[in-house]
């Protein structure tokens, strides 16, 4: 059981969930406000991709990046900052020719992934440990060993701690392999990615397992998606890790009830306190992840 529990938010994601519910922000204005909102209501920390605000489709765009994080900071709000850096590595085969890219692919090299990283100097930046077949079409998540390990090095270059996102057995066998190369700082920092097609399924067996592949002394994250976004919040809190929430997950808050990132952050709260825990503040949760900025 974890007493003293690190709470994400992950406010917004790349997925097709925009017309579904009105309360997933697409501007930088509304990331941040939603980023904000979550820290009022208990997140330590923010997860934050960013969307084109003409289509509301996910992007990489680094000026949406800076203009997102800057508002944050300008609010005067404490809340530790996780950029996502999975963009760029999306691979459609072309249906004339599978060698060549068809329309979707969206692929770059690892410098070129951790541009926004480097103009906005988060202290965590996610990680995605491998490579996946992402749901039911030709869509392939592409993330090699030599992309990673640069992508390790350079943040840890930085000072930025990578989040490293794993959606199976295998992701952690390689992030294990970065641990033990001195690429990952102390405490290595995993989360525990569960539910996504076709990654590792959503259960607390499968969750148990995934947690004793971990390095000794690593803190650990996990999530579910959609309707056991909190069953599986509560499952790694008895297991002994910390959490995450948001719309990037799940879009619900009860049986069609559209939730705010708020909304789903107080559920989650409740949940930790009801359990006997407690939702740690940003400067905790620095401390104990030893990111830049924590108490020496």
């Excluded at 407690?278 to 104990?288: T, V, W």
């Amino acid at each position: 059981m974890n007493f003293d529990v690190i709470v994400t938010c992950a406010v917004t994601g790349a997925g097709d969930t925009t017309g579904k519910n009105p309360h997933v922000p697409v501007t930088p204005r509304e990331i941040a406000d939603a980023a904000i909102e979550a820290a009022e209501a208990g997140a330590a920390i923010t997860h934050l991709h960013v969307r084109d605000p003409e289509t509301g489709k996910g992007s990489r765009d680094v000026a949406l990046f800076k203009e997102t994080v800057d508002l944050v900071r300008a609010s005067g709000t404490d809340v530790v900052i996780n950029l996502s850096a999975g963009m760029g590595g999306d691979w459609t085969p072309s249906p004339d020719d599978p060698a060549m890219p068809g329309p979707g692919t969206d692929m770059i090299g690892a410098q070129e992934r951790l541009a926004h990283i480097k103009e906005c100097m988060p202290e965590i930046c996610s990680l995605d440990c491998g490579t996946l077949n992402f749901g039911n079409g030709d869509e392939l998540y592409i993330s090699t060993p030599p992309m990673l390990r640069r992508m390790a090095q350079v943040t840890q270059e930085w000072g930025v701690k990578p989040e490293l996102e794993v959606f199976d057995l295998g992701h952690i066998r390689f992030a294990r392999a970065m641990v033990e190369e001195a690429l990952i700082d102390a405490p290595p920092m995993f989360q525990l990615c569960l539910g996504i097609p076709w990654g590792a399924d959503q259960s607390v067996e499968i969750m148990a397992a995934m947690k004793a592949q971990l390095p000794l002394g690593a803190s650990w994250a996990s999530f579910g998606i959609s309707r056991m976004q909190m069953p599986m919040a509560a499952a790694a809190v008895a297991l002994g890790g910390n959490v995450r929430v948001g719309l990037e997950d799940n879009i619900w808050l009860d049986r069609g009830v559209p939730a705010t990132n708020g909304q789903l952050v107080k559920r989650v709260v409740e949940i930790i306190e009801r359990m006997g825990g407690r939702a740690l503040s940003p400067q905790e949760a620095r401390n104990k992840l030893r990111l830049r900025g924590a108490d020496a």
